[in-house]
């Protein structure tokens, strides 16, 4: 019924820039919150920023001052702009969204992408 659908990652040397997007799909009423989060091998997947409907976000101290996300609320399609990009920002990066699907009642749930690899090289 819901499908979001990550692209943009790739290689990249450290210092550069990429641009992930995240496109919901599919019988939604309404999205809610909009997140990205990594995880690198080993680790334990962790959040990177978050935004409201309204458009307020928030980062992980990691990123902060580097990435910034946004989303366009009529596309239901969320962006990362990542920016001096380091190795330990090497991860697949997952998104996810708090949304309403029709025709499921009132409550929203957290759907997941299925990843993109994000890769940054010396």
């Known amino acids: 019924q819901v499908q979001l659908v990550e692209s943009g990652g790739g290689l990249v040397q450290a210092g550069g820039s990429l641009r992930l997007s995240c496109a919901a799909s599919g019988s939604i009423f309404r999205v809610n919150d909009m997140a990205w989060y990594r995880q690198a091998p080993g680790n334990q997947r962790e959040l990177v920023a978050t935004i409201t409907s309204s458009g307020i976000s928030n980062y992980a101290d990691s990123v902060k001052g580097r990435f910034t996300i946004s989303r366009d609320n009529a596309k239901n399609t969320a962006y990362l702009q990542m920016n001096s990009l380091k190795l330990e920002d090497t991860a697949v990066y997952y998104c996810?969204?708090?949304?309403?699907?029709?025709?499921?009642?009132?409550?929203?749930?957290?759907?997941w992408g299925q990843g993109t690899q994000v890769t940054v090289s010396s």
């Open positions: 996810n969204a708090h949304l309403i699907v029709l025709g499921t009642g009132p409550l929203p749930k957290y759907y």
